[in-house]
């Protein structure tokens, strides 16, 4: 079983930055992408950004695009997400998520395991 632990939120003013990381379980991390989604209160989960198994690809939510960066580190099992000029309308549940296969997606559905989430509040 697999399971993914996220940390790193916390309350922050707008234009601060902060750092989330996922930590996964398991021995095959490197073979799958993974995502990053957010989800606000009353609001559907949405993505947020994406990474091929190496790490040599991505893909940002156009809201993100210039701001976020994704990461891995593939010996340590963990993805970032580097958020910076963080604006008040970031502020949502994140989640990391791991797909079944190395490519990137940009649904939920397309994912197979979820971590519990981290809240971030980015207060103006």
């Known amino acids: 079983q697999v399971q993914l632990v996220e940390s790193g939120g916390g309350l922050v003013q707008a234009g601060g930055s902060l750092r989330l990381s996922c930590a996964a379980s398991g021995r095959t991390f490197s073979s799958y992408a993974m995502g990053w989604f957010r989800q606000a209160p009353g609001k559907e989960r949405d993505f947020v950004a994406s990474?091929?198994?190496?790490?040599?690809?991505?893909r940002y939510a156009d809201s993100v695009k210039g701001r976020f960066t994704i990461s891995r580190d593939n010996p340590k099992n963990t993805v970032y997400l580097q958020m910076n000029s963080l604006k008040p309308e970031d502020t949502a549940v994140y989640y990391c998520?791991?797909?079944?296969?190395?490519?990137?997606?940009?649904?939920?559905?397309?994912?197979?395991?979820w971590g519990q989430g981290t809240q971030v509040t980015v207060s103006s």
């Open positions: 998520a791991r797909r079944a296969v190395s490519t990137m997606a940009t649904e939920p559905r397309e994912y197979e395991y």
């Open positions: 990474i091929t198994r190496s790490g040599a690809s991505t």
